[in-house]
């Protein structure tokens, strides 16, 4: 697994869309205690749809559940948001090391089903293809011999 982390700095803008190509996953953290932080998501959101392939795993993260008494987005808004952008929800402390592992576990886990569903798809479609070759071969067989064809 690759990591890169942009820290939302508008600097690194140029460069991450070359992250998002070939991308299986990505991760877009907000601190609770910003709002402006959670409104930039749209922006961000925005530069995935635009350089990300339109089946990229997406996670939404609130850091710094640690500090409850300065949080100015709530849960509700970031699992509202979360589930209206077809994303998994998670609030995390960096600081606390809280959540931090089942936020990395959660993508990695919904990449590897994706790949998994995507192989199993391939799978099934490569039978399919046999199958329909085989019983060509069989017809075109079956054809030969009534012609008086020996093979």
């Not at 509700?76 to 809280?98: L, W």
């Not at 576990?105 to 799978?123: D, P, S, Y």
Request: glycine share 6%; net charge neutral.
């Amino acid at each position: 697994m690759q990591i890169w982390d942009t820290a939302g700095q508008e600097r690194f803008k140029t460069i991450t869309s070359s992250y998002y190509r070939g991308a299986h996953g990505v991760i877009l953290v907000y601190d609770i205690t910003d709002r402006q932080s959670f409104k930039d998501l749209e922006n961000w959101l925005l530069e995935t749809e635009k350089h990300a392939s339109e089946d990229i795993v997406k996670i939404l993260v609130g850091n710094k559940n640690d500090l409850e008494s300065s949080r100015v987005v709530t849960f509700n808004e970031g699992k509202n948001f979360a589930i209206n952008n077809g994303m998994e929800f998670i609030e995390t402390s960096a600081k606390g090391n809280i959540n931090i592992e089942e936020a990395f576990f959660t993508i990695a886990r919904k990449i590897k089903e994706k790949v998994q569903k995507f192989e199993e798809k391939q799978t099934t479609d490569q039978t399919k293809k046999n199958k329909l070759n085989n019983s060509t071969k069989i017809v075109t067989d079956e054809e030969n011999q009534k012609k008086g064809s020996c093979c």
